[in-house]
């Protein structure tokens, strides 16, 4: 399979290897075959495309530098596209096997933890490439219980975050042990929590709340992030194996 670099982009320009591809879940557009420069690294790679410049066979290493391509963004992708998974490079979105497709995040650990949307799939690439997914998704949590005592809180968005949780009818306990403000039980019979509530404050890295989806997994709970500006929002946060 050979690619060309012409106009800025990597074309194919190959009828029937532009259709072979698109057969495989690779974004390929256009009269001539113009594909994402990762996905064309990930064939150079892996399934031994050559890419052509200037009428010379390049590298991997020139591909990088040609086209920016984010190294730690690549190789998420890679582990992913090895494992199954198809992306459509043309929204940024990863499509998992289920056929639910959802936008495609990656961050380094350290990077600032914020939710774009209302759901989305996050790749967290450490600097020896190691690599864990999580999902994240909306929510509108409701229980059916009664909290027996009212408690005030110095801390104001701890207080917010209380009292929205008991208008949805949670019954609460310290999340303190689990490392998050509260524990949320959906009724009062209940003899284990399903919640692990935790608010997302200013700062927090990507890697505190993979620690946190962990310990909820761990413990068979829901891990819920909570943004709060002038409403109370909730964030289901989970591991998830790829």
Do not use: C
């Amino acid at each position: 399979m050979k690619f060309f670099i012409k106009n800025g982009n990597i074309a194919l320009m190959d009828a029937a290897e532009i259709k072979k591809l698109l057969s495989q879940g690779y974004y390929v557009h256009g009269k001539i075959g113009i594909i994402d420069p990762i996905e064309a690294l990930f064939l150079m790679e892996e399934k031994n495309a050559k890419i052509f410049y200037e009428g010379k066979e390049t590298d991997n290493n020139l591909i990088i530098k040609m086209f920016h391509i984010d190294i730690k963004k690549y190789y998420a992708y890679k582990d992913l596209k090895k494992k199954g998974y198809n992306f459509s490079m043309m929204d940024g979105s990863i499509i998992l096997k289920n056929g639910e497709k959802m936008p495609f995040f990656v961050y380094s650990p350290a990077d600032i933890a914020f939710f774009y949307g209302g759901k989305g799939f996050v790749s967290i690439v450490d600097d020896d490439f190691d690599l864990t997914y999580f999902i994240f998704k909306i929510e509108e949590p409701m229980g059916s219980g009664i909290q027996d005592k009212n408690i005030n809180f110095k801390d104001q968005e701890k207080q917010k975050l209380f009292n929205d949780l008991i208008s949805r009818k949670f019954k609460l306990n310290s999340g303190l042990k689990f490392g998050t403000e509260f524990i949320a039980y959906e009724n009062n019979d209940d003899a284990h929590s399903t919640y692990m509530v935790k608010i997302l404050r200013h700062g927090m890295q990507w890697i505190e709340l993979a620690r946190l989806a962990r310990v909820a997994n761990g413990v068979k709970k829901k891990l819920l992030i909570s943004t709060i500006n002038e409403n109370v929002n909730y964030y289901s946060f989970s591991w998830f194996r790829a």
